[in-house]
């Protein structure tokens, strides 16, 4: 009987640390520690807002540009959309200046800011946690010297901090749905 009772507590022992470690892994998957206008941030600093967070850079000709065009059409939209866009930089070479950055990042969207890791080791690190993918890529006989090939997911958390939905499928129609739908969840 004693026996029995020792490999029901030692089990329960490990269930426990799983569930515990399981929990705190979750939560601490998605934090940073980057520059903003305000010094160095983390996504504790952003609780009570929802926030929308995309992977960037400002030399971007396309993907970028296009999505930061998506999600300020969506909001407005929606009225009283209180979202904050959270733009973390996938170059922090190039868009290291965080108040030219920001000037960018705005005139798509005026509630949002740019987030610049300290250098390429850190972003790498960070859009891992994110399951981000991103190359750079040489441009020979380019002015710009390389591009950043890279997935355009938005990650949406809520006022916890605590990721809501990756959106992967960003067509106008579900983006706009999938955004209604997070910003009636409270």
Not at 49 to 57: A, N, R
Not at 174 to 185: I, Q, R
Request: glycine share 4%.
């Amino acid at each position: 009987m004693m026996k029995n009772l020792r490999y029901i507590f030692v089990f329960g022992i490990i269930i426990l640390t799983f569930v515990a470690s399981y929990l705190y892994f979750k939560n601490t998957r998605f934090d940073f520690e980057l520059q903003s206008e305000k010094g160095l941030v983390g996504l504790k600093d952003f609780r009570g807002e929802k926030l929308i967070i995309y992977f960037g850079y400002t030399s971007c000709p396309d993907v970028c540009p296009s999505t930061l065009a998506l999600i300020s059409k969506a909001l407005e939209q929606i009225p009283n959309s209180k979202v904050m866009v959270l733009f973390i930089s996938l170059d922090p070479l190039r868009d290291k200046d965080i108040k030219k950055t920001n000037e960018w990042l705005r005139y798509f969207y005026p509630n949002a800011h740019a987030l610049i890791a300290k250098d390429e080791e850190e972003i790498a690190k960070i859009a891992k946690n994110y399951g981000v993918v991103y190359q750079k890529v040489e441009l020979k006989g380019s002015f710009m010297k390389y591009s950043i090939a890279h997935s355009s997911d938005l990650f949406l958390f809520d006022e916890k901090g605590e990721i809501f939905k990756v959106l992967k499928d960003l067509s106008y129609e579900n983006f706009y749905k999938e955004l209604k739908s997070f910003l009636a969840k409270t």
